[in-house]
């Protein structure tokens, strides 16, 4: 394609990230191997030296790992991107860049489990000062902020409650205190969202999720603005180690290929779905950007263009009823994760969130009821069936007739 950067995303999904393959492969082949040869030592030193651009070692630039980069940072509309190990390996590795002992980050209080617990134990552990706050209030960012407060990372919409944060107002915020807006755009993929747009300074991303789809990889990705960021994430990268084979590049691309097809699908099911949850009498409430009950769905409709796939609902019943569900969906798996092809459903305070304790959840905001769906794109009356008879009223756990 000439000129990528006119086409729509629609079109830059299936053919973002074009590997020249001197063999004319439409596919971008598997370069399998951890190495390159040199022609002579010439050719090694200028390579070395960054006279020459080329492949050295694969911890340090692979083409099938690039052609990935290369697609996604042309999704987010970003320079470029540099592929991770995991989610968390891209999120580590960006905070542990732009951040040294002494410095100060500001970050959402509705984040990714993990993420939470490298900002308020490993960070501060290194002499990193973490300040936890609801970004869906900008002026309670500003409170916080200090002389030193150099990143303001905030994942949005946040997880497991669905919290919306105003893009446009936080970079506005970070900005005016000299700070960087960090992004984590897992949820929404650059089809729904692209926070460049609105300020953001780098974005990071679970591939493992939407961007991959099948729930067959794990690997992340961080996009950058400019080549001064690349070249610094890169150097930190490639010495913290934390990079994606090529093996795992290649499927998380053909993953793309799909990515607005997939994302129409995930928009319409999850539409269908939380309509028919905030109707159902065993519910109490229901979390979803797209419905007009959500306390941000303006923001959500400035920001992006649709609502995404993932729903969090509050069941009547409390503990007992999402315990009764989850043992009773039948279509749906009982699995963390999300954004996969496959509908899954996940019961936060007694799985993932279990350890944390009632009175800790509680301030988490994560009622004992709540139950989040990731929203597949199976038909959708199916999904809908399954949720139906697994919520009946009184369920009880039926006495076991077998073994
Ligand atoms: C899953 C997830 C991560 C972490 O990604 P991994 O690939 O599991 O390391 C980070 N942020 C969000 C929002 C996620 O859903």
Redesign the pocket.
């Known amino acids: 394609m000439k000129n990528p950067d006119d086409a729509s995303l629609e079109t830059k999904v299936v053919h973002g990230g074009a590997y020249r393959c001197p063999h004319m492969a439409v596919t971008p082949p598997i370069h399998q191997t951890s190495t390159f040869a040199f022609r002579d030592v010439d050719h090694g030193a200028a390579l070395f030296s960054g006279e020459e651009k080329g492949y050295i070692y694969s911890r340090m630039l692979n083409p099938t790992v690039e052609a990935l980069e290369e697609c996604v940072a042309e999704l987010e509309g970003g320079h470029a991107g540099l592929a991770c190990g995991?989610?968390?390996?891209?999120?580590n590795t960006t905070l542990t860049t732009l951040l040294c002992a002494g410095d100060h980050l500001v970050c959402s209080d509705a984040?990714?489990g993990?993420?939470c617990t490298l900002v308020e134990s490993i960070l501060p552990r290194c002499g990193i000062e973490c300040t936890v706050v609801d970004t869906s209030n900008a002026d309670a960012i500003q409170s916080v902020m200090r002389d030193n407060t150099k990143v303001v990372y905030v994942?949005t919409p946040g997880?497991p409650t669905l919290v919306i944060s105003d893009l446009e107002t936080v970079s506005q915020v970070a900005h005016r205190g000299g700070a960087l807006l960090v992004v984590?755009n897992?949820?929404m993929t650059p089809f729904l969202q692209q926070p460049f747009r609105w300020g953001a300074d780098i974005v990071?991303h679970?591939?493992?999720?939407f961007l991959n789809g099948h729930a067959d990889v794990?690997?992340?990705m961080i996009v950058v603005k400019d080549e001064d960021q690349y070249s610094r994430l890169r150097k930190q990268l490639n010495h913290l180690g934390g990079v994606l084979s090529p093996f795992d590049s290649f499927l998380v691309h053909r993953g793309i290929k799909t990515l607005a097809l997939r994302m129409e699908r995930h928009c319409a099911n999850a539409t269908r779905v939380a309509r028919f949850l905030e109707s159902h009498p065993e519910v109490e409430w229901v979390r979803f950007p797209g419905l007009k009950s959500h306390p941000q769905y303006e923001v959500a409709r400035k920001q992006t263009s649709g609502p995404g796939g993932m729903i969090s609902f509050g069941l009547k019943g409390g503990l007992a009823a999402g315990r009764a569900m989850m043992n009773s969906v039948k279509l749906c798996s009982l699995a963390v994760?999300?954004?996969g092809v496959e509908s899954l459903v996940q019961h936060p305070a007694s799985m993932t969130h279990a350890s944390m304790g009632a009175e800790a959840r509680r301030r988490a905001s994560i009622s004992d009821g709540l139950v989040r769906i990731s929203v597949g794109i199976e038909n959708v009356d199916d999904i809908i069936r399954d949720l139906d008879q697994a919520m009946q009223p009184n369920r009880i756990p039926a006495p076991s007739t077998c073994c």
């Open positions: 995991s989610g968390m390996a891209a999120i984040v990714y993990p993420t994942e997880n984590d897992t949820f990071v679970s591939l493992t999720k794990v690997g992340g994760s999300l954004g």
